[in-house]
């Protein structure tokens, strides 16, 4: 430790994430102080992302600023800013505009989408990571309504009803069955002018099912009830290309489309390049079992940017598992302080699961299985549960109430400037 | 009519405004087809933007979706696009990617903010008429205080932390209050390293007193309370000038700031001036007392965009005017239709409001006059009762009991790109 007898050590977590967010929280009692570092001014639920882009909930209802949290912690203070790098050997942060040294540093800046430099699609695809991408992706979906109620083209007119999501995991799967029911019970009755048959909404996969880590049967009943919703699906085939206008397969087909959704793959955050350490499979960073990077022990590396393998392989990145890591590596630092060591950091598996639509959805949870109405309603539950602040929650429960009676999603606003796609 | 006898009339309306949303409404049930055009796919509540740039609303709760009103009027459709001229002796609306041929043309496309071509305003000052800014501004004074929370240069910090408003009427006073409000009960908590003292709001008017079409006792009242709440008054003070970091005034002081918030000055929509018809001041179009135009009675211009003259001078711009033309104008053509004449307008004055902050407001109506308490409730009651949507009304709700019983603005979140100011 290079800080002094009686002074508090300095602890700086880079990313508001539930990584960082709940390794923070963790550490609001303890004799630390702790500067939380992010880009962003605010916490995001990001499993929720896809219901912004589908005009069910107003994106300021899935974010939370950081501030309002760190201010009922003790200790805790923010910093809104972008890193540009580590010094390791001079325990020094790098930010845009300054730097902050540290006694121990948490580095959770999370994930990006990988689009394994697929020829086009990084140009051309949505993906959903941010705030503003959820609301532009909204934007562009109505817009295309917009504009195909006055395109005469048939061909045209297609492809701006045409939607291609690509990847079957819970992202692909919950975003094309909220998109079905938008435009099936809500759009439809916007725009008379465009007949609900017109509108496609095509899941791309290149695995031979949908929700690969979830248990067979569930597979089948997601696929089954997307099918039924009117989503087609793709499976075993891969995309090759893509351009402003349409998404080429590997078996040289294509389909005019208008809109690429891309949930096909996640990598560590940029960052993680730059640090100059060893990097496992999607750029992750590979760390010890208490979550520590090779030779230095005072920096720990959590959440979607970590690689850590245990008895299944690497820990998927996802949010439970961010959330535990945060915790642990809260208790390794408080028992550092203290002369303690932890036990080396274990996942606890509390299950998978993904919406489909309105009454549906699968969960796979110690052993049990649910699908239908009941998995929906734990899924509602648990979301509202993990989502911060009480404000929030009532917003998101409104929201879900309205459109479960009325089947109407209110938030089909075209908010800023014109579509760029 | 140029429509065949037994063919219902084509009207064609300009702007989802309170003038053009109203005039439609009233339509809904009349033999008239109408299509309602607009750039956005949203009416807009706009007296209560200022209240989404101090976060205090979510921008979704004060807008509501075109097309989910135009689906339950009979005989409505709508048509998002921009407007690039009108052929008044084809009778055709010619729209950025197409035409629309009318019996019938109602325009209401509104105001836009007057800068009086005072050298740097436009280019710097923030004006509130459109959603995306009313979002921008909300970033840019949260970013401010980010950033004057690490600048240790005393000048550079003053100059983020001073706001400058020009223009004491309902705008100008609004957002002065809302804004002190944020900072000082708000902001002050989230930002410990900025002092509540560092903040300076500065409202700016060239005449000698704030809310000039308010009797001198409210005028008076609203002075002292926003003094009373450590707003800056600066009277007989014309803005002279404007850059990125300063105001200058006509006596060639200068306040630093990085913050302007221009409220002094409102014209007709750009479009009126590519009529080629008779305009009054502010660019507003001439019209007759029925709300027609010189030559065309099947043209009708209502709201902010028309200049009627009535015993007191031109009719205000402001939102009672414009929905009371709307209806008499869809009066006007339904009689007309009947082979009826409408008496000319008149415009029934309901009397004016603005809120200062929490729990203090001024009303004159009726001869009566209002401050304090009973003002502000009369305030809210009536923006939540013109706020379309039981949704909207909710949210809104919802959002101003948060504040005023936990003194919480919870929408403080800077979304989307980087301050370009």
Known sequence: MNHGAGERPHLVVIGGGFAGLWCTRALASAPVEVTLVDRANHHLFQPLLYQVA??????????????????????????????????????????????????????????????????????????????????????????????????????????????????????????????????????????????????????????????????????????????????????????????AGQVTFHDASAIQSRTLFWSAGVAAAGLADRLGVAQGAAGRVVVHPDLSIADHPEVFVIGDMACLTQADGPLPMMAPVASQQGRYVARVIIGRERGETQPPFRYIDKGAMATIGRSSAVAAAHGFRFSGYLAWLVWLVLHLYYLIGFRNRLLVLMNWSFYYFFHERQVRLITGDDDHR
Chains 1, 2 share one sequence.
């Open 54 to 243: 589908t005009a069910g909930l107003e994106q300021e209802s899935i974010a939370y600023p950081v501030r309002a949290l760190a201010r009922s912690w003790k200790g805790t203070s923010f910093r809104m800013g972008e890193v540009s790098g580590v010094d390791f050997a001079g325990k020094r942060l790098l930010l845009g505009d300054g730097e902050l040294f540290y006694d121990y540093l948490v580095l959770a800046a999370g994930s990006r989408t990988n689009f394994f430099n697929i020829p086009g699609v990084e140009q051309h695809a949505f993906d959903l990571k941010q705030l503003t991408q959820a609301e532009e992706l909204r934007n562009h979906i109505l817009l295309l309504f917009e504009r195909a109620a006055r395109e005469p083209d048939p061909l045209r007119r297609a492809a701006l009803l045409t939607f291609v999501i690509v990847g079957g995991g819970p992202t692909g799967v919950e975003f094309a069955g909220a998109l079905r029911e938008l435009t099936q019970h809500v759009l439809s009755r916007d725009y008379p002018e465009v007949s609900p048959g017109e509108t496609r909404i095509i899941l791309v996969e290149a695995a031979s099912s949908l929700l690969s880590a979830m248990p067979p049967e569930l597979r089948e009943y997601a696929a089954v009830k997307l099918r039924d919703m009117g989503v087609e699906l793709l499976l075993n085939t891969r995309v090759v290309g893509a351009d």
